[in-house]
């Protein structure tokens, strides 16, 4: 699986939007960028993917650049609940269900 | 959405005894399971692949006859971790994929072995 590189932690204060950037340099034509989360203690939950296009639903945006080297996944209004860690992964779109985790972002929400 | 569960969600156990781990895809039928590992403040790390009906795929450096996966209907995957040691301690997460290769993730089991 292509690699993925994203900040070891970020922080928000509550209530504000959060970026969290991925970088994926070395992206196939046929990956697909998806991102989950981690809460504590718990397994992850699926956050958003997309290919080319932004995508938006309703936990999150992704903002994928134009040349697919890079993503973005927007929290529109942070809670206290979306402190947690966020991976980002690349996954082939007719390849192996399974998904590579790497460290992730942990994001801490400040009240 | 759809979801799976594992049970138990946590276990302590003595040295050199087995513990089962069970992942259930609870309203879909999942044909490929996957079975992760985390460590403390690590990432999850894949065990194995879990298919229907057929014999797990492992990841290298991880024991087939220690960790024994059976995958014997389209809800249920179990993980049995053979003469369990303290270094097996960890937390255990199962997925299921669904139709759309979509991957749905247990609450994982905590292992803590004495």
């Known amino acids: 699986d292509a690699k993925t590189t994203q900040p070891n932690s970020m922080e928000s204060n509550e209530e504000e939007p959060v970026h969290l950037p991925c970088n994926h340099s070395?992206?196939?034509?046929?990956?697909?960028i998806h991102w989950y989360r981690q809460l504590p203690s718990q397994g992850p939950e699926y956050v958003i993917h997309g290919l080319t296009s932004n995508v938006n639903n309703r936990m999150a945006s992704l903002a994928i650049a134009e040349d697919r080297k890079s993503s973005t996944l927007i929290l529109h209004r942070a809670t206290l609940r979306d402190a947690a860690v966020y991976y980002c992964?690349?996954?082939?779109?007719?390849?192996?269900?399974?998904?590579?985790f790497g460290k992730g972002t942990k994001l801490s929400v400040i009240p | 959405g759809a979801v799976v569960s594992q049970h138990p969600s946590w276990v302590i156990c003595k040295s050199g005894t087995s513990v089962k781990i069970e992942c259930r895809s609870l309203d879909f039928q999942a044909t490929t399971m996957f079975w992760y590992r985390q460590f403390p403040k690590q990432s999850l790390m894949l065990m194995a692949t879990?298919?229907?009906?057929?014999?797990?795929?492992?990841e290298q450096g991880v024991e087939k006859d220690k960790f024994l996966i059976n995958h014997a209907s389209l809800t249920l995957s179990t993980l049995t971790v053979t003469s369990a040691h303290p270094e097996d301690s960890s937390f255990y997460i199962c997925?299921?994929?669904?139709?759309?290769?979509?991957?749905?993730f247990g609450p994982g089991t905590r292992l803590t072995v004495l």
């Open positions: 070395t992206i196939s034509g046929t990956d697909y």
């Open positions: 997925s299921a994929s669904g139709l759309h290769n979509e991957q749905f």
């Open positions: 879990s298919n229907e009906g057929s014999k797990a795929t492992y």
């Open positions: 992964i690349l996954r082939e779109r007719a390849g192996s269900y399974q998904l590579t």
